[in-house]
């Protein structure tokens, strides 16, 4: 489509309405395009080849072009009130090609002795971003410098400025930009079974993970450019944080993961399981606050900055198909705690005048206490009825008046969380086809869980904002129907029902 249609509405009318009301009119007139192509070789072998040793070996390449156009359409009185785009330079008109590529390779050795399994294993990884950034973090904008060393060949402070010689841009590229280093790491994996009776098994497992971070922390902002002003511009920019800047030189983040458990046979057709284990995560994603030579003028640069660890045990039980009927349930204790979950978190707290976390707090998806439980009952090829149960405590939130934050963040509990679902079929044979009657009722009980809530309840369902908000709204809502977040709950109950026809 014509990103320069005159028929686009001037997004200014988005002011048109006050706080706390819905949009009347006006546009979001930022356009995004973006397309990924991912290009893989992969190579694995396994072979057994003595009664003790099996070797499995494997490695794979790969390559990415990774191409984003984003921007937006002004209509002001500087575009004499008719869509236009501003120059590549411009916040707000952003454009990269990116080709980075990877590689990996493993071995492992699984050694079958007669009173237990060894798995010993080595994995390496490479990551090239194949992309550099400033030098100068503090002069980051290429197409406008502040330094007059970076824009005056031989710059001379005693001449005046219409006396210096101004570099051409394809000179200042010669020097502008660091190139991303690539990033390697070792890791070792090492896992043994020992048993301990005919019916029970003991085992460890301990190992190095790589993670790169996901492209859009490498590559966000690709001219390097902060908005002029720290608040927010009329229509922000929808995919990207304002004054953040990509790092393609981020390093891998680096998981060791410690485990230990038993395997329990208790009858013939019920077993026990039982699993902790630790997970030590470094090179957390974090930001880094970065001042310009301009006062005033920030911006935040991602970086491997923060650190976070998980702990917890798991107790299942597992009983196999007896007289048609199978169960299984599982009962999880977690503790997951960090730094910060958003990698923007200190940029944020930057910006509302907030002091940084100096404390390891609960992350986002620390929840305490899950509960899975499935029972299946009826004959495989003639019916079968399952329901299939998950509950857990309310994962964290940060508690705040007026806007105003209480305590720490995630210091406070969302509402525990449990959701049914329901299957069940019935095969009939019928000249030698198998017609299948089925039907599936997701929430099963139609609860409201509360996916997300108001901060200074702590419940999705009201908020404290009654009392202390004018209700005198310019608008087409009340307040009261503003603050109906019909999109904070869980989908409610749906049901499906079908037949699907095979081959007998």
Known sequence: KNPLDPRFVNPVRLLQVSGNAFYTGGM???????????????????????????????????????????????????????????????????????????????????????????????????????????????????????????????????????????FTLQERKKFWYRKASPKIQLSPRFGIAYPISDRGVIHISYGFFFQMPNFQYLYANPEFEVFPGQSAPLDPMPHTQLNTMGNPDLKP????IYEIGLQQQLTDNLGLTFTTYYKDIRNWLGTEINQLYIVGRYYARYVNRDYANVRGITIALDQRPFHGISASIDYTFQIAKGDASDPNTAFWDKQNNIEPTKQFIPLDWDRRHSLNLTVSVGSQNSWNLSVIGKLGSGL????????????????????????FDLYAYKNIHVMGLVYSLYFKIYNLFDRKNELDVYSDTGRAGYSLQSFYTSPNIRGVNTLNEYLKRPDWYSAPRQVIIGVKISAN
């Not at 869509?83 to 008109?93: D, R, T």
């Not at 705040?400 to 509990?413: D, E, K």
Request: no cysteine; hydrophobic share 30%; proline share 7%.
């Open 28 to 166: 979001h007139t930022w356009q995004f395009h973006r397309k990924t192509e991912n290009y893989v070789t992969k190579f694995d072998l396994t072979s057994q080849i003595t009664k003790v040793h099996q070797i499995k070996f494997g490695l794979q390449a790969q390559s990415f072009a990774l191409f984003l156009r984003e921007f937006e359409i002004r209509m002001d009185r500087w575009t004499n009130f008719k869509p236009a785009m501003n120059p590549i330079w411009a916040w707000n008109n952003n454009e990269y090609h990116h080709y980075p590529y990877s590689f990996s390779t493993y071995i492992q050795d699984k050694m079958e002795f007669k009173d237990m399994i060894v798995n010993l294993g080595i994995r390496y990884d490479y990551f090239n971003a194949n992309a550099s950034y400033p030098k100068d973090l503090r002069d980051t904008n290429i197409y406008e410098p502040v330094l007059p060393e970076h824009k005056y060949k031989n710059y001379n402070p005693n001449l005046p400025f219409e006396d210096q010689t101004a």
């Open 253 to 256: 983040q680096k998981t060791v």
């Open 396 to 419: 964290p939130y940060t508690p705040t008046f007026q806007n105003i934050r209480l305590s720490v963040a995630n210091s406070a509990n969302k509402p525990p969380y449990y959701n």
